[in-house]
């Protein structure tokens, strides 16, 4: 079995899904209407021969290990939905014609525990997702934290870059104006010499 085995399946299921919609438009009231009855009739057996072969169908997919067990069940419920609902439509029964699953002992399962036992596996699927939920929320949180933290360094090393910057910014400063006056100092002792030695030329 492939993929398109499983497709061909969904698409089945679609087709007798809808096939059963339209049974609700043949009213159940209207029984002086032979022809009416008839064709409902008809097309609840044919429906009830396309779900008993879709479950075939399926038993076959699972296994061949195509659908997980779990898969399987899920599909399993919706066919017994299926069953259901064409079981309330058609009154419970089929003139001969066995609405309901194929024989398993004691007339088959109730609708009402398939139901049921679909709705479990939708909330232990909703539990599943709830926990993976919960557990992407966390790693966000932690994320968050871990992000502010970072924002917070960098703005301490931000102001420690700034404070270093205009320490840089005043040594530099300080070391321009020592440097002018020992510039100032070198000039003067120059002038000094040089008056000195007019000074002396003078006197020879």
């Known amino acids: 079995m492939n993929d398109y085995s499983i497709n061909g399946w969904d698409n089945e299921y679609a087709r007798l899904a809808r096939a059963a919609s339209q049974l609700r ?27 008993n072969r879709l479950d075939t169908q399926l038993h076959n997919l699972e296994s061949s290990m195509t659908v997980s067990s779990v898969e399987a069940g899920r599909r399993r419920g919706l066919l017994d939905g299926l069953r259901g609902q064409l079981s309330e439509l ?27 036992r679909h ?36 703005d301490t090393n931000v102001d420690l870059a ?4 205009e320490d840089e910014t005043r040594r530099a400063m300080r070391l321009r104006e020592e440097k002018s006056v020992w510039r100032l100092h070198l000039v003067i002792v120059g002038l000094s010499v040089l008056l000195f030695l007019l000074i002396l030329m003078g006197l020879s």
Do not use: F, W, Y
């Open 25 to 51: 438009t043949i009213s159940p009231h209207n029984n002086n209407n032979n022809n009416s009855a008839q064709q409902k009739q008809d097309q609840a057996t044919s429906i009830q021969t396309g779900l």
């Open 119 to 154: 709705q479990d596996e939708l909330i232990d699927d909703l539990a599943i997702g709830v926990g993976r939920l919960k557990t992407q929320t966390h790693m966000i949180h932690d994320e968050s934290k871990a992000h502010v933290h970072l924002l917070n360094e960098m």
């Open 90 to 116: 058609t009154g419970g029964s089929s003139g001969g014609g066995g609405i309901g699953r194929p024989p398993a002992g004691g007339g088959g399962q109730s609708a009402t525990a398939a139901a049921l």
């Open 162 to 165: 700034n404070q270093g910057l």
